[in-house]
């Protein structure tokens, strides 16, 4: 049963109407038992690890919470044309960090058990990892996001919607399960080891983390999502495309378990080993980029469209509906402000591309009345930009040269960290050259950059942890 209450506020969608008011919906209960159920499973589990080696966890939590973070930051630019609720998005991380992975400690062991009676002890030791994480972990991961629509049925609005819960549900499980596999890491060397920590983020956080458990359950979502909004279709397609994504994520979940390419691994060593995870975390995350641009491409048009039969260029013109597509488009709008204005600019359009957004939103769900509420907000947003000589917050931009060359640069970082001059050098002197002659200058001298910096902070890493190793 949903918390949801009666009818929604005109340009404000309402979960309910306060927290005693939610406090009768069995819904909430219930999952307020199981966390608390699943973190003292959890504390019951890693307790004395935590106790042996307190400044390992501790560094481990951080780690890993700016990693998660980082994710956060991320998965909320996938949602950002309609953003969905901070607690709900809570809710998500703690059944997956929680929920989620203090049952998957005993559902794991369980068919591990059954796995010793019927098969091999080989066959056991090379494929028990990838048949009991994608059956246990996914099932008990997708069982979130069904419990998220039990909280707020009012807020899965677009297949997206599920793509973003079930990615926070993924994040939670993620984050939590690398934190105890850096106490097991530390276990394995004997001792407080902060080095082991700081090895398992490495290859955990940076190398594995963009293909991990947030991409699974983000494909179940879309699932979940579909068979909740599609009531025109039947009962057998509904269920049957939620089971279809859910078998998709346990295959993503299986290939990357999987003792797939063993013997070139076993051939090239460190280096096979490597290419192996990259190949299959880009199929992984390959077909997920696939999938996720058309569920973004469905919740854009059901906002553009409501905007585009205003045909108010006060409200918003062609080539800023264009740019509100994706986070690309919105952040070359934003620079194109940036280059004219500076981070006045800047910040006016992205207030102005908020606003837009929130129009498309109340439109959608109430029509009239969600128009007129928004309008205001709109038009303080409008009058903002104005006032900055923009007239047009488009998203064109020139293709240039430098701008590749920048680009190439930045890969340098890798190898030298002192090619990270030349990246810094190209935007400033680009961004300054655009303002002098008034004209756009190339993203990609900003996004040349930012891969730069992120690059050499990967590169301080690994020096850190090879000291760590050494020492």
Same mark, same amino acid.
């Given at each position: 049963m949903s918390v949801e209450q009666a009818a929604p506020v005109p340009g404000r969608r309402r979960v309910f109407d306060s927290w005693s008011a939610a406090a009768r919906w069995? =819904?909430?209960?219930?999952f307020v038992a199981l966390s608390i159920a699943g973190v003292v499973i959890l504390g019951i589990a890693f307790g004395p690890a935590i106790a042996e080696s307190p400044a390992a966890f501790v560094l481990a939590v951080v780690l890993f919470a700016i990693h998660g973070a980082v994710f956060v930051a991320i998965i909320r630019t996938v949602d950002w044309l309609e953003p969905e609720p901070r607690w709900l998005f809570a809710a998500a991380i703690i059944w997956g960090g929680?929920? =989620?992975?203090?049952?998957?400690?005993? !559902?794991n062991t369980a068919l591990e058990s059954i796995l010793v009676k019927?098969?091999?002890? %080989?066959?056991v030791r090379d494929w028990a990892a990838a048949i009991e994480g994608p059956t246990d972990e996914e099932i008990l991961k997708t069982l979130g996001i069904v419990m998220i629509v039990l909280l707020a049925r009012r807020q899965i609005n677009s297949v997206l919607d599920g793509v973003v819960y079930g990615a926070f549900v993924g994040l939670g499980f993620q984050e939590i399960e690398n934190i105890t596999y850096s106490l097991n890491a530390v276990a394995a060397a004997g001792d407080d080891s902060l080095g082991a920590v700081v090895q398992t983020f490495v290859v955990r956080g940076l190398l594995a983390g963009l293909w991990s458990h947030t991409v699974y359950s983000a494909i179940a979502g879309a699932g979940v999502a579909y068979a909740v909004l599609h009531r025109e279709r039947s009962w057998f397609n509904r269920i049957g495309v939620a089971l279809g994504a859910l078998a998709l994520a346990w295959l993503m979940h299986f290939l990357w378990n999987s003792p797939a390419a063993a013997s070139l691994t076993d051939y090239a060593g460190a280096y096979g080993t490597l290419l192996v995870l990259f190949i299959k975390g880009l199929l992984i995350l390959g077909t997920f980029l696939i999938l996720l641009h058309f569920f973004r491409r469905d919740e854009y048009e059901g906002l553009a469209g409501p905007l585009e039969s205003l045909r108010n260029?006060?409200?918003?013109? /062609?080539?800023?509906?264009?740019?509100?597509? %994706?986070?690309r488009s919105r952040g070359r !709008?934003?620079?194109? !402000?940036?280059?004219? %204005?500076?981070?006045?600019?800047?910040?006016?359009?992205?207030?102005?591309?908020? =606003?837009? =957004?929130?129009?498309?939103?109340?439109?959608?769900?109430?029509?009239? !009345?969600?128009?007129?509420a928004r309008l205001?907000?709109?038009q303080r947003a409008r009058y903002g930009v104005a006032q900055v000589g923009i007239g047009?917050?488009?998203?064109? /931009?020139?293709?240039?040269?430098? %701008?590749w060359v920048s680009f190439v640069l930045a890969f340098g970082v890798l190898f030298n960290p002192i090619f990270l001059v030349a990246p810094l050098g190209l935007l400033i002197h680009g961004v300054a050259r655009a303002r002098s002659t008034r004209q756009r200058a190339d993203p990609r001298l900003r996004t040349a950059a930012v891969l730069a910096l992120v690059f050499a902070l990967a590169y301080v890493l690994s020096v850190i942890a090879r000291a760590a190793t050494l020492t």
């Open positions: 069995p =819904a909430v209960w219930f929680f929920v =989620a992975s203090a049952n998957a400690l005993r !559902a019927m098969t091999s002890l %080989g066959f260029p006060w409200t918003a013109t /062609h080539n800023e509906i264009v740019a509100l597509r %994706g986070w !709008a934003r620079w194109n !402000a940036y280059v004219y %204005g500076g981070v006045r600019a800047s910040s006016r359009v992205r207030a102005l591309q908020r =606003a837009q =957004a929130d129009l498309a939103v109340g439109m959608r769900d109430n029509g009239e !009345a969600g128009y007129a205001p907000e709109l047009d917050a488009d998203a064109l /931009h020139p293709s240039t040269i430098t %701008g």
